[in-house]
Each structure stands twice: as structure tokens, then as C-alpha cells.
């Protein structure tokens, strides 16, 4: 198992807990950054989950908490997707989404807090005006890749 003071399983030296300053992955058009994540990191910089089971609570605790607080509107169509505000049910504006960022902190164990951001195109109901991303449904869909390419840009490791 891999821990703070056990060896690093590539090259032996001690792992020790660290905080990375910040890291992002993208699946367009979502930007996810992730600001103190704390990992596991040896002097050679081979990096680890703190946990096993982090990344996946990670991921359930942004799906389940916070996706669901960035206002969306809704998907309609099949084939040729139009989206629809989520509080009047006119129709968005296809173009000229502007990004907004969406925060919120975590931690993990006993570990230090950490901030999760979302950033979003959001787009101005031109009947009500609420802003909004385009789908909550899309949203959900690109979180899960948007995670993985900002572990991959950390250089995480998998659990061990």
C-alpha cells in the first residue's frame, strides 16, 4: 500500500505528502483546476494518490455536490441538440457563451482543504436573462475526462 514514509514503488526513496499548486484538465468546452492537491511524491517526483479510493471520491463528491449547483439549462432533440433555459424553457443563444468559473473546497481525510473549479461557457436567457451552462446532462458528461486529464497533467500514478 502506498503512504506517507513507505517507499515509492519505482524507485525506493520514501513518499512523502505534498500539495501541487494547481493543476487543470480540459474536455472542451469544460476547464477542470484543481488548487492543492495534495498527493503522495517522492524526491524524484513520481507522484501517488493519497488513496486509493481518492480519485473516485473525488469524482462522486464534484458529480453529487457541486455539478448540480452550477445552473443549466436543458438538452432537447436527438439528433440536432438545442438547449432550453432551465427556468423558463426558451430556447439559448447557440453562440457567444462566456466562461464563468464555479468553486468549491474539499478535503480529503485529514488532509489539508482543497479547491475544485469548474469553468463553463454560461449563456443569457434573452427571456428571463438567468445565466446558465447549456445542459446539466453535458456538464455530467464531460466532468468525469475533464478529472482524468488533470490527474494525468499532475502525473499521478495509479492507486497502488
Not at 135 to 141: D, F, M, R, T, V
Request: proline share 7%; glycine share 10%; charged share 20%.
Amino acid at each position: 500500500m502506498v503512504q506517507a514514509g513507505t517507499p515509492c514503488p519505482l524507485c525506493k526513496l520514501p513518499l512523502a505528502a505534498k500539495t501541487l499548486a494547481e493543476v487543470s484538465g480540459d474536455e472542451a468546452p469544460m476547464r477542470l483546476t484543481v488548487k492543492g492537491l495534495p498527493v503522495l511524491e517522492c524526491e524524484t517526483s513520481h507522484r501517488y494518490f493519497l488513496g486509493q479510493k481518492f480519485p473516485i471520491w473525488l469524482l462522486n463528491s464534484v458529480t453529487d455536490g457541486e455539478l448540480s449547483k452550477i445552473p443549466a439549462g436543458r438538452q432537447k432533440g436527438l439528433v440536432f441538440h438545442k438547449y432550453a433555459c432551465g427556468e423558463c424553457g426558451e430556447l439559448l443563444d447557440s453562440a457567444g457563451g462566456e466562461a464563468k468559473t464555479f468553486s468549491a473546497d474539499f478535503a480529503w481525510e485529514k488532509t489539508p482543504r482543497f479547491a475544485v473549479e469548474i469553468s463553463v461557457p454560461v449563456y443569457k436567457c434573452a427571456s428571463c436573462g438567468k445565466e446558465q451552462a447549456r445542459s446539466g446532462e453535458q456538464l455530467a458528461k464531460l466532468l468525469p475526462a475533464a478529472l482524468v486529464h488533470a490527474f494525468m497533467a499532475a502525473g499521478l500514478k495509479a492507486p497502488g
